[in-house]
């Protein structure tokens, strides 16, 4: 029997979903069982669907998250995603994403990579993420920011081509 896998078309998908808080979408890539672990020891292990959108529902009230792929390989079960992440905030957080202090305008990225371990089905059962930098931009140029992310990964795996 082969191993479980995701095309990296079907992921450009799934990260499209996520990128316009399409829950329902998003969550179709899941297994019913899925984990979250995220580079923030004072977040626990996030369980179940329902848990992860418990988890990104408020940030997403107050910024909107952009997803860049850098690299995405897809082999024997996994998924690797190499990212540049950035949150665009609409409202004053006083402890936003890595406990910044931000006000409307301002752009937090953060890099970083993530493992998604499939089920037998080929749904995402596990996603571990790993922090390599965050950085508080302030105010700058979304699309000019997302531009110089973009210009680092292969054409094919571009979402926006600003």
């Known amino acids: 029997m082969s191993p479980p896998h995701l095309p990296v078309e079907d992921f450009l998908d799934y990260l499209r979903a996520f990128n ?3 829950y329902d979408k998003q969550h179709s890539f899941y297994s019913e069982d899925v984990t979250m672990v995220l580079p923030d020891p004072e977040i626990p292990k996030i369980m179940g ?3 992860i959108k418990t988890h990104y529902k408020p940030i997403h009230a ?23 992440a950035y949150f665009l905030y609409k409202n004053e957080v ?3 994403v890595h406990d910044y202090h931000v ?3 301002d752009v937090i990225r953060i890099s970083c990579c993530a493992i998604y371990d499939l089920d037998s ?12 930098q965050q950085e508080l931009l302030g105010q700058v140029n979304l699309q000019a920011a997302i531009r ?15």
């Open 62 to 84: 107050d910024a909107k998250e952009t997803v860049i792929p850098i690299i995405v390989l897809c082999d024997r079960g996994r998924v690797f995603l190499q990212m540049e």
């Open 103 to 105: 006000h409307p305008g």
């Open 121 to 132: 089905s080929s749904k995402i059962k596990t996603i571990t993420c790993h922090l390599f």
């Open 49 to 51: 669907s329902q848990g």
């Open 94 to 96: 006083q402890k936003a």
């Open 20 to 22: 316009e808080a399409d």
């Open 148 to 162: 110089e992310s973009e210009l680092k990964a292969d054409a094919d795996l571009r979402l926006y081509n600003y």
